[in-house]
């Protein structure tokens, strides 16, 4: 059974970079079988899709923070993560990460998610 | 971007009742590999998002059977043949036919 669980710093001040790492448990991140994303929940509001990686490398990130989001992995740790420079309060939000088989769309497994508040 | 408009926005259901939910796409969710990736999420307060139904009609593993999906090409329905008090939450539909992958608003499920 696939788990997942999100860590990182719940406060990112304005300007700088969010970075959020999602473990990986009961299956292997290194697999071609699987591929892993981000999704993000502003407080109140509704789900926005913010990316995927999948074996190789090759990622999709929405157009609406492509110029500002990287998803890797970490094979050695068996973790995948998110970077989000330039943050302002708009980037405030529950973050989740999630996976599943790449014939399985959207994913089924997600992490139990992580607030991050962009504040001075 | 594909739109995904939900309605109702909320639904007040009594318990061991139906419910539905309408979900409409601003274009076609058929893929080219002939599949609809159209899904439905279950959120209940306090939780992460759980993925419902996928493909239209597809129940994930250990969803109950009360929950059924159906619908083409741009209109969706999620129906709950007999509302338990533990579906209370919102009911999110999710398009992953194209990038990006987009949701509705959100549909709030409460006990009259």
């Known amino acids: 059974q696939l788990q997942l669980q999100e860590s990182g710093p719940g406060l990112v001040k304005p300007s700088e970079t969010l970075s959020l790492t999602c473990t990986v448990s009961?299956?292997?991140?290194?697999?071609?079988?699987?591929?892993w994303g981000w999704i993000r929940q502003p407080p109140g509001k509704g789900l926005e899709w913010i990316g995927n990686?999948?074996?190789?490398?090759?990622?999709y990130y929405n157009p609406s923070l492509r110029s500002r989001v990287t998803i890797s992995v970490d094979t050695s740790k068996n973790q995948f993560s998110l970077k989000l420079n330039s943050v302002t309060a708009a980037d405030t939000a529950i973050y989740y990460c999630?996976?599943?088989?790449?014939?399985?769309?959207?994913?089924?497994?997600w992490g139990q998610g992580t607030l991050v508040t962009v504040s001075s | 971007d594909i739109v995904m408009t939900q309605t109702p926005l909320s639904s007040p259901v009594t318990l061991g009742q139906p419910a539905s939910i309408s979900c409409r796409s601003s274009q076609s969710l058929v893929h080219s590999d002939g599949n609809t990736y159209l899904s439905w999420l279950q959120q209940r307060p306090g939780q992460p998002p759980r993925l419902l139904i996928y493909k239209i009609s597809n129940r994930f593993s250990g969803v109950p059977d009360r929950f059924s999906g159906s619908g083409a090409g741009t209109d969706f329905t999620l129906k709950i043949s007999r509302v338990e008090a533990e579906d209370v939450g919102v009911y999110y539909c999710?398009?992953?036919?194209?990038?990006?992958?987009?949701f509705g608003q959100g549909t709030k499920v409460e006990i009259k």
């Open positions: 009961g299956g292997s991140i290194s697999s071609s079988i699987y591929y």
């Open positions: 999630a996976t599943d088989r790449v014939q399985q769309l959207p994913p089924g497994y």
């Open positions: 999710m398009q992953a036919t194209q990038f990006p992958w987009t």
């Open positions: 990686i999948y074996y190789g490398g090759i990622s």
